[in-house]
Every structure is written in structure tokens, then in C-alpha cells.
């Protein structure tokens, strides 16, 4: 783990060493300095400690999730600001090369050097300046964007969807990750925003947990409150299978995976397991099917779609639940049974990114193609939840956490 993290701090001191200098251009507050480096020697210290420590169930996940919100907070803004850093010292390089040039010529250069350091001053503060903006921001995400829930509503048409279910409504959640909450009132806000949508039915798609099954254990009885007249159905995500932390042996690792499956239960939600089951609503019926996970490149794939859809009559309207949105352009677009409305949660929208009416953008967009909202081909569609917790990082700028309410229609 500390092998990792050296690479890592050696080229934050870099940065930290090259936008310093721009700090000391712009201020000569000799007490900056002092905050601007002691502030990233106790975090490197705090860091390599905790690299330190073994890993495993004992460590404090939202600990290490702090650090790295900390560590965001000192390296991005700088790495945002450095191309116009970088910039002004190319042209200064250019200055010097063609003062020198002209020094071979006359011996008169005090005002061009007063007027170029003038201008380095502004540049530097420029600099910081841009610099705030991604550091406010990602504070905010830490302090406030990780609790501000959004209510996502939308209406998808079907026209074989049975008349019985015309104006169902669904609640969706997913990625949870309890393991990251450090705020049971801004979670419980939360949940009762699920409810009060009132929605027929919830259903949850995957990441109850980060890791261990423990970590629900402040967060039962809160979950457990939510509740649907049709029930609340859910499936696994790929990091509730424990695939991410260093276990003493591979049955505790397995007896964990039973534990959560547990809590699945305790909190009165039926987790489905590569099968179906029919929703019935004034004799007609309509097929909800949920896989375990299964993700594109070097997640575990063990959702089995076949098994899943095997008891589903191919004239069943049909609802799949796949954690991962991948599993929709890989597997189930093209399988022999028609699926007409995938859910799906996983990418968290990376937590950052931009989102305005009629523009979205985020990283994660270059890695999932469908990452965040709806997404159709043909008469087939696929809604990726934003998720409703957070990992990694403990905030969210511009990807805000969702609640998503689905109303189906006959069109």
C-alpha cells in the first residue's frame, strides 16, 4: 500500500513545489506560506500512516474517504490552475532567450523586466483565483453536495405494458453505500423523501454496502422504513460481494456474503437472485427479474440473465434490475427475450461533473456510455440512477445524489 502511495505523493509535492511559487508571487504573507505547506505535510503524514496500517475489516473506511476528499482539496485546484502556470512560464522563457539577444545590443532593460514582473503578478493571482473555484467547490461537495438529494421524475411509454399498470409508479435507489454515511439526519432526510413519493413499488439496484456487511448495522432501522404497497425488491451490487477488502479467509469472506444477504431481509427488502417473479395488479400481471452483478472489464460477472429470465413468459412485460449498465449494450439488448425497462445504478455519475437543463457531462462518461438518466434503442430502455450515497470521495459537485420516480404508460 505505501509502495502505492509514494508515486503518488512525489508528484503532489511537484505540483505543490511549482504552484507555491505562484503563491509567494501573489502574496508576501510569510503565514500563507506557513499554512500552505503545513496543511499538506500533516495530511502526507496522516496518509502514509493509515497506508500503513493493515488492511481489513478494522479499517475505518470514511477515515481513509476524508483523506481523500483532503487530498482532492489540495491537488485538484492546483493541476486545474497549472496549464496557465505553465503557460506564463513558457513566455517568460521566450522573454528571457530574446532579452538576452538584446542585451548583446544595448545595456538598457530595467523597465521591460519591471513591466514583465507586473505582469507575472497578475498571472499568479489569476492563477489562485481559478484555483478557488474547483477548491469551494469540492468543499461544498464534501460539506453539503453529498446530502442534497434530487427527486429525478419521469414517464416511459410501452405499448404492450398491461392497462392494469398504466400510471405504476416506481421508486428506485441505488448504491447506497452505507459504509461512507457519517450523518444519520441527513440519511433518514433522505429516506423519507423516498416515501413521500408514495410510489406503488421500490426497487433497489445494488451497493447496499462498500464492503462488509457490518456496515448497515447503524442503518437498519432507518431503511428499514421504507415501504411500498407492492413491496421493495433489490439486488446486489459489485461491491457488496466483499471483492474489495483483505479477508482472513475466503469463508469469512463467503459468511459475509450470507450476512448481508440477511440484512437484505431485515430491512424488508426481497433480493433477487438471477430469478423473477410476477407483480400482480387487478388480474394482470407484469414480470420483475433481478441479476447479480455483472460488469464490463474486470468486474465479477455474476449475474446469469438466461436463469434469470428462465421462468419469464416471452409475452411478459419486463422489468430487469442489473446493477451495472453495461450489462445492457453486452448482454441484454440482444437476448431472445424482450426486455423492455433495464434499471441500473453503479457509475454515481463519478460524484462530479456538470448538469444543467439540456447539458450533462462528466468523466465517467468516457469509460460508461450510458452513465446517468434515460437511454432507448428501439422499444427497449435503460434509466442509470446517479445513487443515492457516495464512495471514494466523500461529496458530490454538480452529480447530486438521486431518488428516482418512474411512472409506467400505455402509449
Known sequence: MIQRLVPIIIIWALVDLYFFQAVKTATNNVYVWW???????????????????????????????????????????????????????????????????????????????????????????????????????????????????????????????????????????????????????????????ANAQKSDIFLFTGDLVNNNADEMTPWKESFSALRAPYGQFSVLGNHDYGDYQQWASEAEKAANLVRLKQVHQEIGFRLMLNESLQIKKDGQHISLIGVENWGKGGFHKYGDLNKATAAVEDNDFKILMSHDPSHWEAQTL????????????????????????????????????????????????LYVNRGFGFLGYPGRVGILPEITVITLLKA
Open 35 to 193: 499554512a500552505y505547506w503545513l496543511y499538506d505535510i500533516l495530511l502526507a503524514i496522516v496518509m502514509i500512516y493509515i497506508a500503513a496500517m493493515p488492511a481489513g475489516p478494522s479499517t475505518q473506511p470514511r477515515v481513509i474517504f476524508w483523506l481523500i476528499g483532503f487530498m482532492l482539496l489540495s491537488l485538484a485546484p492546483k493541476l486545474i490552475s497549472l496549464p496557465i502556470l505553465i503557460f506564463e512560464d513558457a513566455g517568460r522563457l521566450l522573454w528571457y532567450v530574446g532579452n538576452f539577444f538584446r542585451r548583446l545590443f544595448s545595456s538598457g532593460e530595467s523597465q521591460e523586466t519591471l513591466r514583465y514582473a507586473g505582469r507575472r503578478k497578475f498571472i499568479s493571482q489569476l492563477a489562485i483565483g481559478i484555483a478557488a473555484i474547483p477548491f469551494i467547490g469540492l468543499l461544498y461537495g464534501m460539506i453539503r453536495g453529498k446530502y442534497d438529494y434530487r427527486v429525478h421524475k419521469l414517464s416511459v411509454r410501452f405499448k404492450d405494458l398491461p392497462d392494469a399498470f398504466n400510471g405504476f409508479t416506481i421508486t428506485q435507489l441505488s448504491d447506497i453505500h452505507s459504509g461512507s454515511f457519517d450523518s444519520k439526519t441527513d440519511v433518514e432526510r433522505g429516506i423519507a423523501l
Open 334 to 381: 440482444n437476448h431472445n427475450k424482450h426486455i423492455h425497462l433495464t434499471l441500473a445504478g453503479h457509475t454515481h455519475g463519478m460524484q462530479f461533473g456538470i448538469e444543467v437543463p439540456g447539458f450533462k457531462w462528466s468523466p465517467v462518461q468516457y469509460v460508461y456510455r450510458q452513465w446517468a438518466g434515460i437511454y432507448q434503442r428501439s422499444e427497449k430502455k
